[in-house]
């Protein structure tokens, strides 16, 4: 697939930034604003974004950008094809997801190296694949950190789905007996857009809640699930860190 028949294209306007070479799209409201405060960045000063905010401070974070929250892969999508049109090039995805593995808990932290595509906008970008991948240079980078950080994490695939109220128990029990760890709404639509437009991406999950005996356990409160989301903030900073130096 090509841009050639595409009639909307992802381009620049007169009051479009020129941005760095790193992207954070993060999709929550709390770790957006926590990754401002270890940023520097001043959590009132952004451009609107659609329905999203973006930061970005040349002085204070020369080459990194930051935008959210999102939620849903054509939202996802939208917003990563004008950060790349705006230059980024590296974009690092920060996001929730629920447990599907009985290994997998609240709290934990998920580096994804495939996702499974149970969304509709994927298709749209590698009609010929049911699972999409994120760049192998920024999963290895962010491994590295993860491990050099003494962060237990799980690794392996994910699940991204449009329809967070059909997680059956039978959708959840296919997807346990074929490895997945968890499930999400943007992971694969990111990494395929990425791989469509020739661009690195990658992606840090933290778990909010479990699916893995069939009931719902969410732990959006737990002390667990707090100090994961601060520590992801911090990796996904040392990620962007290495990014740009290897840029």
Known sequence: MTDEDAIINPGK???????G???????????????????????NTFQKLFISRLYVDK????GISLTGPIIGAPYATMLLET?????????LFLGWCGAISENVKIGDIILPTSAIIDEGTSGHYISDKAESVPSEGI?????????NAGFKFHQGIIWSTDAVY?????????????????????????????????VQVGGILVVSDELSDFQWRPGFKTKKFEQARSAACR???????????QT
């Open 13 to 19: 306007g007169k009051r479009s930034p020129q941005l």
């Open 83 to 91: 950060l790349i049109a705006w230059g980024a090039r590296k974009i």
């Open 166 to 198: 059909r997680e059956t128990r039978d959708r959840v029990a296919y997807f346990q007996k074929k490895d997945v760890l968890s499930v999400e709404m943007e992971t694969s639509s990111i990494f395929s857009v990425g791989r469509f437009r020739d």
């Open 21 to 43: 070479p790193v992207a954070v799209m993060v999709a929550t409201e709390p770790d957006l604003a926590k990754l401002c405060s270890l940023l520097n960045l001043n959590p």
């Open 59 to 62: 002085e204070a974070n020369p």
């Open 235 to 245: 990796v996904v900073m040392k990620i962007c860190q290495m990014l740009l130096i």
């Open 139 to 147: 999963v290895a980078q962010s491994r590295q950190v993860l491990r």
